[in-house]
């Protein structure tokens, strides 16, 4: 009848609109370009990761005009954006028991290199503790873990003048978040959460802002490889005909 048509217009013109605004949101977050990176990283070392959704802070500023005076001003309007990005596969520790899916795991370990200025951003970020970060900025990066691998710095990074962000997710029981201040719901004893540790620090713990409880990141592996989530690239799969070639050659 006509109240069940009108009633499959509005969904659809909801609908349209909830599209738009995720491909606005893809977009604005350089979705496809991300994907691009991971596509070469599977390529050339097997595996490439991408992060998303996960919140970023963004700044703009515009011009706006008081209608009562006629006077111009620039103005600076931050909000909290989902946003992707690319991984370093080798700064992305998942849980080893998952095998060819993250998902699958308890826990995923990311470290993240940052400059004092993405630092200080993460100050009015909600959820994080705004005191510790001062804290830190003022010690400096101090690297946790010395012992880094040098395929897990990016070439032309100073590592001693970045600080380390370990990022967390996995499933935490009940006690230790509250002892947090993190309430899970329906008194549940275990929930997913994710937490942020920066110079010895905690600077977040918080719930996991996906209602499914998955992990925001994923793995793209070139060619499979069986009981990890980890693939083969195109290197590793001509390597004996490179091989070959160059025997020939070389004779």
């Known amino acids: 009848d006509a109240a069940v048509e009108a009633a499959m217009e509005d969904s659809k013109t909801k609908a349209a609109a909830m599209q738009e605004e995720i491909d606005d949101r893809l977009t604005e977050a350089?979705?496809?370009?991300?994907?691009?990176?991971?596509?070469?990283?599977?390529?050339?070392?097997?595996s490439g990761v991408l992060k998303g959704p996960y919140p970023v802070k963004t700044t703009s500023k515009i011009w706006r005009t008081d209608p009562d005076?006629?006077?111009?001003?620039?103005?600076?309007?931050?909000?909290?954006?989902?946003?992707?990005?690319?991984?370093d596969p080798w700064q992305f520790w998942p849980d080893p028991s998952c095998g060819e899916n993250v998902q699958d795991g308890s826990y995923t370990w990311e470290l993240e290199l940052l400059s004092s200025r993405k630092v200080r951003e993460m100050i009015d970020m909600p959820g994080y503790d705004r005191d510790a970060i001062v804290v830190a900025l003022a010690e400096g990066p101090k690297n946790t873990f010395l012992n880094i691998s040098a395929s897990a710095v990016p070439v032309g990074s100073r590592k001693d003048e970045?600080?380390?962000?370990?990022?967390f997710y996995g499933i935490v029981d009940a006690d230790d978040l509250a002892e947090a201040g993190v309430d899970t719901e329906d008194n549940t004893p275990k929930a997913s959460a994710m937490a942020v540790?920066?110079?010895?620090?905690?600077?977040?713990v918080a719930l996991n802002v996906l209602d499914s409880g998955d992990f925001p990141y994923d793995v793209l592996a070139w060619q499979r490889r069986s009981g990890m989530p980890w693939g083969t690239g195109v290197s590793r799969k001509i390597r004996t005909v490179q091989r070959i070639l160059n025997a020939g050659v070389r004779s």
Do not use: C, Y
């Open 197 to 204: 540790v920066l110079n010895d620090r905690l600077v977040k």
């Open 162 to 167: 970045q600080f380390q962000a370990w990022i």
């Open 30 to 46: 350089n979705w496809h370009g991300e994907v691009r990176k991971i596509v070469e990283d599977a390529a050339r070392i097997g």
């Open 69 to 87: 005076t006629g006077i111009s001003a620039m103005i600076s309007a931050s909000e909290i954006n989902p946003s992707t990005k690319r991984i």
